[in-house]
């Protein structure tokens, strides 16, 4: 191997890479939740509006079947794993504990 290592077995794994591109890449899950946070009309709703209208085509992301106006799944390598996103702006607001001022 290029690192010097020898293996007596061989090291099977799952290629994460659409998955991290989906959560973490440019224009993301993460990146459009910073967005949303900072945005004074954003809401939960909105955020994961855009989260299924933006990433519509990723071979990842999941839109639920019925409903669920905010919801949505990604599809990891264990399976889809669906997320509410009820609170989630709320949750990632960048601010200081009460107890600092």
């Known amino acids: 191997a ?3 290592l020898s293996l007596d077995c061989e090291v099977n794994f799952v290629d994460n890479k659409e998955v991290l ?3 973490d890449g ?3 899950i993460l990146d459009v939740l910073d967005e949303e946070v900072v945005m004074p009309k954003a809401s939960d709703e909105s955020f994961a ?3 299924k209208t933006g990433q519509a085509q990723h071979p990842r992301l999941v839109k639920p079947k019925t ?3 905010l919801l949505f799944g990604v599809r990891h390598f ?3 794993v669906m997320y ?3 609170g989630f702006l709320q949750k990632n607001v ?4 009460e107890d600092f001022i």
Do not use: I, T
Not at 94 to 97: N, S
């Open 26 to 28: 440019r224009a993301g």
């Open 21 to 23: 591109q989906l959560l």
């Open 49 to 51: 509006s855009k989260v």
């Open 2 to 4: 290029k690192e010097g």
């Open 94 to 97: 960048d601010k200081p504990p």
């Open 78 to 80: 264990a399976g889809e």
């Open 84 to 86: 509410n996103c009820e």
């Open 67 to 69: 409903g669920g106006k």
